[in-house]
């Protein structure tokens, strides 16, 4: 079974904090993607990985930044959170077009 | 960019009962795919599909890859009551970008025991 692991299922954060989620997943997998989802407005893409140490941005990427150093290993950053950033995070792990989503990040920014 | 119309918005059934959901965009997709979400958690992959006519089971799960290449259909047959969740439709645009998705905003299935 494919296992994709997210650092924290809760978190609280005060506003202008820097935030780290951390996301890693154990098939070998070449994608790796961050989403947000919201109610009303669905899963929305805020970066991809194609490889290690390559990045596209999504559609919703201001205020974010990724690094992957490692193959597994795929994290997002937020520089300076502010309460729009409350939201439920999902990492998501994949080979050609099939995703496979850890159980999520539920963030909220006070 | 491109949105996929998910329907219903959401069901209410009874136990036992055969489940139909779609979803359709405006323009052609190279691969459907179909999630289901429980409360609190991620989507979990149900069923994947790459040609078009393409029929796929996953247990009472059925998904079909319309011809058009614009649509695709999820049915679940004998509800029960776990069935319950958030069923979304998923799908790579043709010509669109590598490995990105577009997804719709799901189908609240209730299943009354």
């Known amino acids: 079974d494919v296992k994709v692991t997210q650092s924290s299922r809760y978190l609280v954060k005060r506003t202008g904090e820097k935030v780290f989620l951390e996301c890693v997943q154990d098939m070998d997998h070449e994608n790796m993607f961050w989403y947000r989802q919201d109610p009303g407005l669905g899963l929305r893409l805020i970066y991809f990985s194609y490889d290690v140490k390559m990045k596209e941005k999504g559609d919703i990427p201001e205020g974010y930044s990724v690094s992957r150093e490692k193959k597994e290993r795929f994290s997002l950053i937020l520089e300076s959170a502010s309460t729009n950033q409350t939201s439920m995070y999902l990492c998501a792990s994949g080979w050609g077009y099939e995703q496979y989503f850890g159980p999520g990040t539920r963030l909220t920014v006070t | 960019g491109q949105q996929l119309n998910q329907s219903p918005q959401s069901m209410f059934i009874q136990e036992g009962e055969d489940v139909s959901m779609n979803c359709t965009s405006s323009?052609?997709?190279?691969?459907w795919l179909w999630y289901k979400q429980d409360p609190g958690e991620g989507p979990v992959l149900l069923i994947a599909?790459?040609?078009?006519?393409e029929l796929t089971s996953n247990g009472r799960l059925t998904a079909q890859f319309g011809i058009t290449r614009k649509d695709s259909f999820l049915n679940i047959s004998a509800s029960i009551p776990s069935d319950v969740g958030i069923y979304f439709c998923?799908?790579?645009?043709?010509?669109?970008?590598?490995?990105?998705?577009?997804f719709g905003k799901g189908t609240l299935l209730t299943v009354n025991p």
């Open positions: 998923a799908g790579q645009e043709s010509g669109g970008s590598n490995y990105k998705l577009t």
């Open positions: 599909l790459y040609k078009a006519g």
């Open positions: 323009s052609i997709f190279n691969t």
